[in-house]
């Protein structure tokens, strides 16, 4: 069974500024997907970002990227320029290629500041 | 704009009464699933469907029950509501992109089920 592990239930940040979200997993497969996924408050769940396991270069969409460390199992958010838009709950998930199933890790609550 | 539309947005209900949520999706996708989620919390996989006919229970243990006779409708039901079944319950679909990778779920908005 995979694990995903979010060590910061929560974060805050200046708007314009750059912050980092922390994701661990654990897995015994070699080809999975890595996905962070937004919450803004009472509103739908989003797909910000996706990285293929198989894939070394890091995942980039416009101001989100990802730093991808497939022997350490890491899979970290990087939200650069931060806009106030940007407060939401964000998980991290990982999906195997078989099942298709994901599975979500606690989420780490942001909250841009003004 | 969403393309998986899930009903009631909210529901207040009392105990011992059936219920199902329902959600649809338009874009044909075959996986759908069902997860619920605790304010604050994290989702926890229910039921899943991998396509027509096909149904299997998630990783959280969960006395509902799901059906997937259309590709397009994933409803779920409680017989019997109780409290503590109080949650935000999140319908998603996923489906291969066009150049053969899994692309990430599109969730509905979710409905907040309260039993009283």
């Known amino acids: 069974a995979q694990t995903v592990t979010q060590s910061q239930p929560e974060m805050s940040v200046q708007e314009a500024e750059t912050v980092t979200l922390s994701c661990t997993y654990d897995?015994?497969?070699?080809?999975?997907?890595l996905f962070w996924y937004k919450q803004p408050p009472s509103r739908q769940m989003i797909l910000v970002i996706r990285?293929?396991?198989?894939?070394?270069q890091n995942a980039t969409e416009n101001r989100f990227s990802v730093n991808f460390q497939k022997a350490a199992k890491s899979f970290s958010l990087k939200i650069s320029d931060s806009q106030l838009g940007d407060t939401a709950m964000y998980f991290c998930?990982?999906?195997?290629?078989?099942?298709?199933?994901?599975?979500f890790g606690d989420g780490t609550t942001l909250t841009v500041k003004p | 704009e969403a393309d998986i539309y899930q009903t009631p947005r909210y529901l207040v209900i009392g105990t011992g009464k059936k219920i199902t949520l329902e959600c649809s999706q338009t874009?044909?996708?075959?996986?759908m699933y069902w997860y619920q989620q605790d304010p604050g919390m994290e989702l926890h996989l229910i039921h899943y469907?991998?396509?027509?006919?096909?149904?299997e229970k998630g990783d959280l243990s969960s006395e509902s029950t799901v059906s997937r006779i259309r590709t397009e409708h994933f409803p779920l039901t409680l017989e019997s509501a109780r409290p503590s079944h109080t949650s935000q319950y999140l319908c998603?679909?996923?489906?291969?992109?066009?150049?053969?990778?899994?692309?990430?779920?599109?969730f509905g908005s979710g409905t907040r089920l309260t039993v009283v």
């Open positions: 998603a679909s996923s489906e291969p992109s066009s150049q053969g990778y899994l692309d990430g779920y599109t």
């Open positions: 897995t015994s497969e070699n080809n999975y997907y």
């Open positions: 990285q293929e396991a198989y894939k070394q």
């Open positions: 998930a990982f999906m195997n290629t078989n099942a298709g199933k994901s599975t």
């Open positions: 874009m044909g996708h075959d996986k």
């Open positions: 469907s991998y396509g027509v006919n096909s149904t």
